[in-house]
């Protein structure tokens, strides 16, 4: 897996340095996670880097195009690195948990603006929000 993480950065013409493989593989394990999570899972293998070496490594994989930041109403910004294929994300009111969703309809944008302004729509984003599956049984539990 480490190559193929070499060849990503390799790619958008990025050095491979070990936070940013360490981030990479983090997130692949754990999608969704917030950036204290990220800092965590690279410390429990890299104790070493610093929060600041994170943050920097997640601006860059953002800003290059490997990971994709995202942050649903009221909650706090989470990286995932499935990207490049505008899928749509489900959240739950209670706990926070986040699911990818696919298209809604065909291809990118998935959805047709009923205006559009002129504009040249190509991307849609989409947030389904509701309740998980555990929440949703803890609730009928009570």
């Known amino acids: 897996m480490t190559a193929d993480f070499e060849t990503q950065l390799r790619a958008v013409s990025l050095r491979v340095t070990r936070p940013r493989v360490a981030v990479l593989a983090a997130l692949r394990d754990h999608p969704h ?79 047709t603006a009923s205006d559009d302004h002129g504009f040249v729509v190509d991307e849609a984003e989409v947030v389904y929000w509701g309740t998980c599956p555990g929440c949703a049984a803890d609730r009928t539990a009570q």
Request: hydrophobic share 40%; charged share 20%; proline share 4%.
């Open 33 to 111: 996670v917030d950036t204290d999570t990220v800092i965590a899972l690279v410390r429990a293998e890299q104790p070493t880097v610093s929060h600041q070496a994170v943050y920097d490594v997640l601006r860059a994989l953002t800003d290059a195009g490997l990971i994709r930041r995202i942050q649903p109403a009221g909650a706090t910004a989470r990286y995932e690195s499935r990207v490049g294929d505008n899928h749509h994300h489900v959240v739950c009111r209670s706990c926070g948990a986040i699911a990818d969703v696919e298209c809604a309809v065909g291809r990118a944008p998935c959805l």
